[in-house]
């Protein structure tokens, strides 16, 4: 069982910076992947990033140079620096991980204002 809590949501203008969490309850290192997933209401849930046990990191096309994700592992923590924010980054982001299944958290809105 691995529960996940999302944070850092808020209200930003354009072009400003929010830097999200994920606090996991369980050791991440063992955990083969962490991911930021956003999703706009009628819309599919979009994968934002990832970072795998080895810190390897990829992004979607439309964060490339905006968003960083990290990790602490002495946290148990993942995070999603996100800069430059435009107003189509306005989503619900949610951190998901897989462990014998899929694991997601409650999710944190964005707004990103014009």
């Known amino acids: 069982q691995v529960q996940l809590v999302e944070s850092g949501g808020g209200l930003v203008q354009a072009g400003g910076s929010l830097r999200l969490s994920c606090a996991a309850s369980?050791?991440?290192?063992?955990?083969?992947?962490m991911a930021w997933y956003r999703q706009v209401p009628g819309n599919d849930r979009e994968l934002v990033a990832s970072?795998?046990?080895?810190?390897?990191?990829k992004y979607a096309d439309s964060v490339k140079g905006r968003f960083t994700i990290s990790r602490d592992l002495a946290k148990n923590t993942v995070y999603l620096q996100m800069n430059s924010l435009r107003p189509e980054d306005t989503a619900l982001y949610y951190c998901?991980?897989?462990?014998?299944?899929?694991?997601w958290g409650e999710g944190t809105l964005v707004t990103v204002s014009s």
């Open positions: 369980r050791s991440i290192f063992s955990l083969n992947v």
């Open positions: 970072i795998n046990s080895g810190g390897y990191t």
């Open positions: 998901e991980t897989f462990w014998e299944r899929d694991y």
